[in-house]
């Protein structure tokens, strides 16, 4: 048996498990008998072979950090950028830094992610024949890493894996940042913004994602869009081009394929658009609580929800007078709670209440009047006024919205 079928035989019970990357270089490593990274086009390390040797400084960095430096990814492909970056066909790199040898090979898995195999001669020396066994495991990681990395889409460029990686972090190094950004040659101007666009339950067709991304680029050029987690997620930038408002924009093509969208608020450093993203989410989910017939959601508008769940979790916000008021308009058929309501929320309008209301200045001013009498307080008083506020806010966020009667 040679050693590229004894190789195929070792590595086929290992297919099908995204756990199983490791174990996959590391039985390559024992047949091609040097050490092996696995990075993505970025630089950043997803896996490595073991090895009980020291290697040299470079390796060892990289596996220290997780990435590779600026430096050094130049220096190593020289001429051979392109190739690298997504080859499928294995090559041989000369005269690496401190004159190594390097054997690489680029993976593509099915659902277009892309990433690169280097192999650094220490052990042994680097053949033409082992060009067909990186092959091979290049061949079983890309069945592995298509089950962990989600679809991104025919058109994918390197810089789309930083910003994917940057989504699903919440603590990013700020030298591996600057490292990766200056590899695929990233650097938008702040301020940033990001931008999600997804189906309400989260279940979006591929080429509806395709389709709602290339427009994305399209309208809001300079940008950067990824397809993440089942959603158009873009990098708004202080170059990007808006002629209107964000959702007088985005209203047709939501419409069109049943989406929404939610906005964060700016900020200025990469290193953030994880937190910035989840503002997004979080828009999208309260969003859809309070006002689910609406398209477009700012995070500005809905912040307050995300600070009311960090404050119940640790304790009970609702006022003991908004529960008195329920139990007099069960009993009576008044009509106080969502009086006091609309009061609250207009910010202690008499005229926006009434108005929203659809009932009239006088009518609304005596209600205000009794419910002052049954609740004992002064809504106005700041102190009330804010546990009030919030109270119906939190009240809000569990589908409690007193809306007005038909």
């Not at 119906?392 to 919205?401: I, P, R």
């Amino acid at each position: 048996m040679s050693q590229h079928e004894a190789l195929a035989y070792a590595l086929i019970g290992l297919l099908g498990d995204e756990k199983n990357i490791k174990a996959i270089l590391d039985t390559a490593y024992s047949y091609l008998h040097n050490p092996i990274h696995l990075t993505d086009l970025t630089g950043k390390l997803l896996a490595s072979s073991c090895h009980d040797f020291p290697v040299d400084d470079i390796w060892e960095r990289i596996e220290k950090n997780g990435y590779i430096d600026y430096e050094t990814y130049q220096t190593t492909c020289r001429s051979n950028v392109q190739k690298i970056r997504g080859s499928i066909s294995p090559f041989i790199i000369p005269n690496a830094p401190q004159n190594a040898t390097l054997l690489v090979c680029g993976i593509q898995t099915p659902r277009h992610f892309r990433a690169n195999l280097i192999v650094l001669e220490k052990e042994q020396p680097i053949k033409e024949e082992h060009k067909s066994l990186l092959a091979l495991t290049a061949t079983a990681l890309s069945s592995v890493l298509d089950s962990r990395y989600p679809d991104s889409g025919p058109k994918i460029h390197a810089c789309d894996y930083l910003v994917c990686d940057l989504l699903s972090r919440s603590n990013v190094d700020a030298s591996e940042l600057k490292e990766r950004c200056r590899i695929v040659s990233f650097f938008p101007k702040p301020p940033l913004q990001i931008l999600t666009v997804c189906n309400s339950k989260n279940i979006t067709a591929v080429p509806v994602l395709n389709m709602t991304r290339a427009w994305l680029e399209k309208t809001f050029f300079p940008c950067k869009t990824v397809i993440h987690n089942n959603r158009t997620v873009t990098v708004l930038t202080g170059e990007s081009k808006r002629e209107g408002t964000l959702d007088s924009i985005l209203s047709p093509i939501l419409k069109k394929y049943s989406l929404t969208a939610s906005l964060s608020r700016p900020f200025d450093h990469l290193k953030d658009i994880y937190a910035h993203y989840m503002e997004t989410v979080y828009a999208l989910e309260y969003g859809s609580i309070v006002n689910p017939s609406a398209l477009f959601y700012n995070y500005e508008d809905y912040m307050v929800y995300r600070y009311l769940e960090e404050i119940r979790s640790r304790q009970d916000i609702s006022h003991p007078c908004i529960r008195r008021l329920q139990e007099h308009d069960t009993k009576h058929g008044t009509d106080y709670t969502r009086t006091l309501y609309a009061y609250m929320t207009h910010l202690c309008s008499i005229h926006d209440a009434a108005a929203s209301m659809h009932v009239h200045y006088n009518t609304l001013k005596y209600r205000l009047s009794r419910i002052r009498e049954l609740m004992d307080l002064s809504p106005e008083e700041p102190g009330t006024f804010l546990m009030l506020y919030l109270s119906f806010k939190s009240m809000e966020l569990d589908g409690a919205v007193f809306k007005e009667k038909r």
